[in-house]
């Protein structure tokens, strides 16, 4: 069972002259996904008592996503307020003593032994406490199954530049996967080459690094050369939960191919890499068709043209 845990929000999405009500959240997203497609699925982030949080707990049930650790909180759930500029989705958060975000170190339940990957990202890695409960979160695993960090960097939440950034080299290095956009590399090693980058965090000991880049495609950088899969071609909605979905994608071929383990990621092979990608690929590109984040369920993928 694969666990994500991160940030749940409601994603207030342009329509008309107001806005619509979605739920959201980079790791709340990537939970939705893997359970869409079939891959067995926790979530660990608290959920709101608020109505908010009863829209965040449907989708999850309706995925099959396992939600026995999310505590329930009084606190308001996070909102984040859309803009599209050019289909770009851009942000701002109203989080301030939100029921995720006031989740401590101390409130982390105990793992149950059926979890075989973490997943972690998003702005959950930004604020304390709960930045430091997801660092606590990966420290408690990391030696038990890989982690998979995607940082999915937003600038403007991001208070203390330098704190974060070392949060960032901590947490690097206990991953086993690292999935960077090109904003998230300009941000994080800025005027660095995605080739440079890859090769420091492969020497850090990272398995498995991944290179997003829309339209271009992902790339993956590992120990053997560099394996590329092309973006499938739709047209786009908005990019909203576009890279999350990637990472489901991932993740759930990774372990349908028995390769999401530390022996399967140290042992891959070029072919199951590329099955990875595609399956990443492919999703997201089902995400981006359709306005908000609403991956893609197996049918769906199944369904759609190679």
């Given at each position: 069972m694969i666990l994500c845990a991160g940030e749940s929000l409601i994603d207030m999405v342009p329509e008309g002259a107001g806005f619509r009500p979605l739920p959201g959240g980079a790791v709340y997203n990537t939970a939705i996904a893997l359970g869409r497609i079939g891959a067995p699925t926790a979530y660990l982030w608290p959920i709101s008592r608020?109505?908010?949080?009863?829209?965040?707990?449907?989708?999850?049930?309706?995925?099959?996503?396992?939600?026995?650790l999310c505590p329930r909180s009084d606190r308001l759930t996070t909102l984040a307020f859309v803009?599209?500029?050019g289909g770009e989705a851009r942000y701002s958060f109203y989080d301030?003593?939100?029921?995720?975000?006031?989740?401590?170190p101390a409130d982390l339940p105990q793992i149950p032994d059926e979890v075989?990957?973490?997943?972690?990202?998003?702005?959950?890695?930004?604020?304390?406490?709960?930045?430091?409960?997801v660092e606590e979160l990966a420290i408690r695993l990391k030696n038990r199954v890989p982690?998979?960090?995607?940082?999915?960097?937003?600038?403007?939440?991001?208070?203390?530049?330098?704190?974060?950034?070392?949060?960032?080299?901590?947490?690097?290095?206990?991953?086993?996967?690292?999935?960077?956009?090109?904003?998230d590399l300009e941000w994080l090693m800025p005027g660095v080459s995605f080739e440079q980058a890859a090769s420091n965090l492969l020497a850090r000991g990272v398995t498995l690094v991944l290179q997003t880049g829309g339209a271009a495609g992902?790339?993956?950088?590992?120990?053997?050369?560099?394996?590329?899969?092309?973006?499938?071609?739709?047209?786009?909605?908005?990019?909203?939960?576009?890279?999350?979905?990637?990472?489901?994608?991932?993740?759930?071929?990774?372990?349908?191919?028995?390769?999401?383990?530390?022996?399967?990621?140290?042992?891959?092979?070029?072919?199951?890499?590329?099955?990875?990608?595609?399956?990443?690929?492919?999703?997201?590109?089902?995400?981006?068709?359709?306005?908000?984040?609403?991956?893609p369920w197996a049918h769906e993928l199944a369904a759609l043209p190679a």
């Amino acid at each position: 069972m694969i666990l994500c845990a991160g940030e749940s929000l409601i994603d207030m999405v342009p329509e008309g002259a107001g806005f619509r009500p979605l739920p959201g959240g980079a790791v709340y997203n990537t939970a939705i996904a893997l359970g869409r497609i079939g891959a067995p699925t926790a979530y660990l982030w608290p959920i709101s008592r608020d109505p908010f949080g009863e829209l965040l707990l449907r989708p999850l049930a309706d995925a099959a996503v396992d939600t026995t650790l999310c505590p329930r909180s009084d606190r308001l759930t996070t909102l984040a307020f859309v803009t599209l500029i050019g289909g770009e989705a851009r942000y701002s958060f109203y989080d301030e003593g939100s029921a995720g975000r006031m989740l401590a170190p101390a409130d982390l339940p105990q793992i149950p032994d059926e979890v075989s990957a973490l997943f972690i990202g998003g702005i959950s890695l930004v604020p304390d406490p709960c930045g430091a409960a997801v660092e606590e979160l990966a420290i408690r695993l990391k030696n038990r199954v890989p982690v998979m960090l995607d940082p999915n960097i937003r600038p403007f939440f991001i208070a203390d530049a330098d704190s974060y950034r070392a949060r960032l080299d901590r947490l690097i290095g206990m991953a086993d996967i690292v999935k960077l956009s090109a904003d998230d590399l300009e941000w994080l090693m800025p005027g660095v080459s995605f080739e440079q980058a890859a090769s420091n965090l492969l020497a850090r000991g990272v398995t498995l690094v991944l290179q997003t880049g829309g339209a271009a495609g992902a790339r993956a950088y590992w120990a053997g050369e560099p394996v590329s899969a092309p973006a499938t071609r739709v047209e786009v909605a908005d990019t909203i939960g576009a890279g999350d979905t990637f990472n489901a994608g991932v993740l759930a071929s990774l372990q349908s191919d028995g390769a999401l383990s530390r022996e399967g990621l140290a042992n891959l092979s070029p072919q199951t890499l590329l099955s990875a990608l595609n399956n990443g690929t492919r999703a997201a590109a089902i995400t981006v068709s359709r306005p908000g984040a609403n991956p893609p369920w197996a049918h769906e993928l199944a369904a759609l043209p190679a």
